[in-house]
């Protein structure tokens, strides 16, 4: 339940700070992709700051850590979809290995399952 409970308030805090026209698609289970189009390098710093920031204001409301990792691709040179992916879905893993390293936390814990004990 309160995986569940996570994911709906992530993504309607996430929908609030996108630009018009975006789109967001559940992936996996807490993977979730979104198409930007036709926005500048210093907009997508802003989405993903904004969105880091928000995930920060919801641990208050939750009850309990929410972090995220991000990975962007842009496509300045009319990549295919999959390729594009690949890029981002790189750089994601980038992310939270960096994420990992400066918290030192275990990444096979379950931050929820942390809190419980």
């Not at 992709?33 to 939750?62: A, C, F, G, P, Q």
Request: proline share 2%; charged share 30%.
């Amino acid at each position: 339940d309160k995986g569940d409970e996570a994911l709906v308030t992530i993504v309607n805090t996430t929908l609030k700070h996108l630009p018009k026209g975006c789109r967001m698609y559940r992936f996996g289970g807490d993977e979730f992709v979104m198409i930007v189009k036709s926005v500048s390098n210093e907009i997508l710093d802003r989405i993903t700051s904004n969105i880091r920031e928000n995930y920060s204001k919801l641990e208050k409301e939750l009850g309990y850590e929410v972090s995220t990792s991000i990975g962007v691709a842009v496509n300045t040179t009319g990549m295919e979809y999959d390729q594009l992916f690949r890029i981002a879905d790189s750089n994601m893993y980038d992310d939270k290995r960096e994420y990992y390293s400066r918290t030192g936390k275990d990444r096979r814990v379950s931050p929820i399952r942390m809190i419980e004990k």
